[in-house]
DNA sequence: TGCTAAGCGAGACGGTACGTCGCGTCTTTAC
DNA sequence: GTAAAGACGCGACGTACCGTCTCGCTTAGCA
């Protein structure tokens, strides 16, 4: 009563709740048993639906996982623009680091990324729907201190945005090891010795 | 045909013949059909070996995926000190930039990078076997500037190796984007001018 | 076109249309791809009818074969009565085989018969809307003869019919053997021997 | 210990134990839960026993349970040969009678017969490797009558087989009435009087 | 010069999850 | 108030691999 109402599937498609309890099911799979333990079957149980109503609306277990992303990377990781440059790219690595190493959210990104190794379309998938956006968001944060005369005119910024997020993936990613601000400060005071001006606040 | 001779089982220990066969079967359904065709029952029947063969000395596929890799990473990836340090480190990246988009052990790493993801005892023994020591091949170049003269003596080498491979392998293993040498070029560049000596030939 | 239109629901009772379209969907398929083919959605979808408005009418397919039925036994298989007992019985048993091994409704028969094994509640049904009408028209004209004493009155008349029309249903539906003319001649020459006056035309 | 030791499966072949398992868990759910409780996976539960186990020795649910009637039909319905022609012919009805309506394997042969209903492949298997032998069991007890001239040399045997047994069968498969001694020695008796010599004991 | 024991190819086993099909129920909109 | 449409929870299907097991063969080293 009142509201969308509550349903089992009709003709004006599908069912809003059963779509929010397969993402909330997927995603709780993934973080108390892990990527090996999030199964469609798992997920159906979980969630109360049928294995059918999964496989109707989603291809495989990852696009599940992709679309319980959502906007949560636009969400929790669009750069500030409110202080100096120096200010706004420290405080951005932080969140960022914090982001892949504590939040769930940044725990389905990165089995999505392990996962994105072994399957190319998902790859192709993961890049277009979250990774571009996100690269984009912070390419804006230099363009526009590229405008302001923070950086060069030159700056060729994806480039510049691979230099600063780059290492601290790569910790995630590959090495594992903590990503302590100290580490993400020094990276963005490395980017600005090499590209910036001399006015680097902190 | 002279050499140890295919045998069936003896009491002289493991067949090598049969070893050899796994790990070269491994490496071709990777190549062939991806991490997904990597199967025990498939590397079994492609090396005409018994599974129990597998199961009695690799725990699991990517067990046997991680053997396969053995030194290359050694070979192919230990920078040369035979120049100034900016040649040297250009040379390096774009070694590494090939090894990972284009060999075949680039794409054994990037498959077993992948799953480590997903499983933190793999990515335990990954770091531990083959990470850590490419790290540190690539630590002691910096150290030798270090040295020598051509970096600050206060570098911290762990993070300085980081700024320089974290975004070739963020482009490799996130992104997808190519890294040309332009892309590592400039890396190296901005590298030597954040901590750098003066004398950045070219 | 004339007649009372095809429609999509009103409020003046079941729709003919979909009813025949329905019994004559199952027919074909049964005909075609056999009982296992016969499903609720495949009858849907090649009547052009939605599957609730079976649901509505009908609790379950054979519900669907028992009503495609209809009064084709009654039709086919009603013994005649013109000529010589041995005439009658001769002509109705090479009948009643035809119809059981060349007919569509004698498909549709043996197809409910055998899924009466599985179901004791169809049995029932298909017992009490056709076999006992049908056994009861074949004791019908056997009631006649014992009246016109061409048959001894202490008769057992369902033992009469089970000894005619046994053997016929034996060979359709458990050995599969043909039911030629001979044979059917032959059981209504032995019946009239065992029972009969000696006067069985020919 | 002694016996052929119980094992799971290795090259000598299948595991006998778990054969017969399958056997009795699907002549259990045949009896307990009809035929349409008899699913491979109720099968591998109740005989603990992997599915795959099933679909490796048997194509389908049916074969398994051809496989459970085994040679009961030979056991228990072997015409004897030890008294006159009438008193083994009845006494032959009535065990027909009474495994078709009350004995397991009786249940199981009205299963598959109504499957085979459905199913031409099932009913050519049925009839070759349990209906013909059975036939041809009953079929020799008549020719050693015809041999000792109790009936005409000329008989027809399928035939005569069909008059005696067909009725019974269409009483348990159609019409579903009862099969007391009473009908059976009737049709006995109907048959020796069409057919038979003069000297139809009792 | 056999005996013995380990490694081997083979493959059946109990399982888990896969992706599909059909069931019978439901909810909505159109007529 | 019936009809078409179609999503839903459910149960079973038949398949692919998993990791374990038992077996008989092969082959060296020891008695």
Request: charged share 25%; no cysteine.
């Amino acid at each position: 009563m009142g509201g969308p109402a509550r349903h089992h599937g009709n003709r004006h498609g599908r069912s809003e709740a059963a779509r929010e309890a397969v993402l909330e099911a997927a995603d709780d799979l993934l973080t108390e048993r892990g990527f090996a333990g999030v199964t469609v079957e798992g997920i159906a149980a979980r969630a109360g639906v049928a294995k059918q109503t999964i496989y109707r609306w989603w291809p495989s277990k990852v696009d599940i996982l992709l679309e319980a992303l959502g906007s949560d990377l636009a969400q929790h990781l669009t750069p500030a623009d409110g202080g100096t440059l120096a200010e706004d790219l420290r405080k951005h690595l932080r969140a960022l680091a914090r982001f892949l190493t504590r939040s769930d959210p940044g725990m389905v990104l990165r089995a999505l990324a392990g996962q994105a190794q072994h399957d190319p379309e998902l790859a192709a998938r993961l890049r277009a729907e979250q990774l571009a956006p996100q690269r984009e968001r912070e390419a804006a944060r230099l363009r526009r201190a590229v405008e302001s005369g923070d950086l060069p005119a030159d700056l060729d910024l994806p480039s510049a945005v691979d230099q600063l997020v780059g290492p601290v993936y790569y910790r995630v990613l590959v090495t594992g090891e903590p990503v302590p601000p100290a580490f993400t400060d020094a990276l963005v005071d490395g980017f600005l010795r090499a590209h910036g001006s001399a006015a680097n606040g902190s």
